[in-house]
């Protein structure tokens, strides 16, 4: 495959036309992994902290939320719904007893008996939820950081292009919400604490769950939120929309000479923040090849621009995989197909000291994939879709090395250590590509027989 170098201006296409991010006016082109030269200028416009929670949007919360509970082995931890006096929406709140994963499911209640005001999340809107759900499926409706000073940060967005989605208001006393247009029909959430917030279980008008109605022992080892993958029509208006906006950097970029097979690929930009605690990596497909892109079918199947998939973070990626493969035939998420066992063969020299044999056995044992950058190691693993449409998925990862010391001496690792798995695109975009051919073959086979 030739090298594939995308050069893009600001021109509207007719999938989406309404899109926010197809309206601005920069110009951006991708150089490749090669010629990708790294740099942190520290340009974001409002001060960032990290995700504060991923909200999905779904037919019924309950139980779209207890299926992601047992199959991330992620407690469900906060409730606001009609037992808390919210009688717009019910959502649901996972998140692992240690570290700062937050995801919220949030299904609505019939408008008929709803008081607006009982809202926990303040921009809630019954019809656009519908709007949305009869549009993508299960998905991610929004991102909120916990930034500074939500209503800064909104300023400073819209101030510089960003497409307002909710005005900032204040709830509970405690905690500012602000939302802007992110790509598609995901928001950007702005989340800011203006007074000591301990005594909040997560957000004013959220409850803790009781002991009794929630898997409270559940562990697996997931801890936090390294990245959040979108996939959108043309890369170019979109990362200019967005830099534009928040003042991100460019972390890295892979085009489909590097990542792509002979028969699919991509191209794909990495965002980030100053302190690079916020990965948001954007894909769009390339034409012209044997198959179909994966990043064409998920825009079809999603009916345009969303989040294609979630990488959690584990402390110990083998005891995870155990556990949440345990769950895969009984409620639990399944797994896209192992590489061959050649490509574990191979794995010793790829992998350096950073495992040991018995390690790349039990690599191969789960089906874990393993790269390597210039400064630590990556181990991941990728489910099948989670709703009933081939879109959204989960990636399972856990980064080795890249240890610093912040000024006060606390060690923490360094963002997108051992980088994206770009070694391991082809093993990925392989198995996708069977997925999809059995997929088309049932398909054929249907048709056939009718």
């Known amino acids: ?256 000479e590097d990542v792509g097979t002979a028969e699919s690929g991509l191209n794909s930009v990495v965002l980030a923040n100053n302190d690079e605690t916020v990965l948001l990596p954007l894909n769009e497909p390339v034409y012209g090849t044997k198959r179909k892109s994966q990043i064409q079918t998920y825009l079809e199947h999603n009916e345009g621009a969303g989040v294609q998939h979630l990488a959690l973070v584990t402390e110990d990626i083998f005891r995870t995989l155990k556990e949440m493969r345990k769950r895969s035939g009984v409620g639990g998420f399944e797994f896209m197909p192992s590489p061959p066992p050649t490509y574990y063969k191979n794995l010793k020299s790829r992998a350096g000291e950073a495992l040991r044999d018995e390690q790349i056995q039990e690599c191969e044992e789960l089906g874990i994939l393993v790269d390597r950058d210039d400064q630590g190691t990556l181990l991941q693993i990728f489910t099948k879709p989670v709703g009933d449409r081939p879109t959204i998925f989960i990636e399972i990862i856990q980064r080795i090395g890249c240890m610093l010391k912040d000024e006060n001496g606390q060690v923490y690792q360094k963002g997108g250590c051992g980088g994206f798995g770009k070694g391991n695109f082809s093993e990925l975009f392989r198995s996708i590509e069977e997925y999809e051919k059995m997929l088309e073959a049932k398909h054929v086979n249907q048709v056939a027989a009718a």
């Open 1 to 256: 495959m030739g090298k594939q170098t995308l050069t893009t201006t600001s021109t509207s296409t007719s999938a989406a036309n309404d899109s926010p991010e197809l309206t601005t006016g920069g110009t951006f082109k991708l150089v490749g992994f090669k010629n990708f030269i790294r740099a942190n200028p520290r340009s974001d416009f409002f001060s960032v902290k990290r995700f504060h929670h991923i909200e999905f949007w779904c037919g019924d919360a309950t139980n779209t939320s207890r299926r992601f509970s047992w199959s991330l082995g992620i407690p469900i931890t906060a409730k606001s719904d009609l037992s808390t006096g919210n009688s717009v929406h019910a959502s649901y709140l996972l998140r692992p007893v240690i570290g700062g994963l937050n995801f919220l499911f949030t299904a609505p209640y019939s408008p008929s008996i709803s008081t607006p005001s009982s809202a926990a999340i303040p921009s809630f809107s019954t019809s656009t939820h519908r709007d949305f759900t009869a549009k993508h499926g299960l998905g991610v409706c929004a991102f909120a950081l916990e930034v500074e000073n939500a209503y800064t940060a909104f300023s400073a967005s819209v101030a510089r292009g960003a497409k307002p989605r909710f005005e900032p208001v204040t709830i509970g006393g405690h905690v500012a919400v602000a939302e802007v247009h992110l790509y598609g029909d995901v928001v950007l959430r702005f989340v800011s604490y203006l007074k000591d917030a301990d005594s909040l279980v997560f957000l004013p008008g959220f409850e803790a769950m009781d002991e009794t109605a929630s898997f409270k022992e559940l562990d697996y080892g997931i801890r936090r939120l390294d990245h959040a993958v979108g996939n959108v029509p043309e890369l170019g208006p979109v990362v200019d929309y967005i830099k534009r906006f928040t003042g991100f950097h460019e972390f890295a970029e892979f085009t489909a």
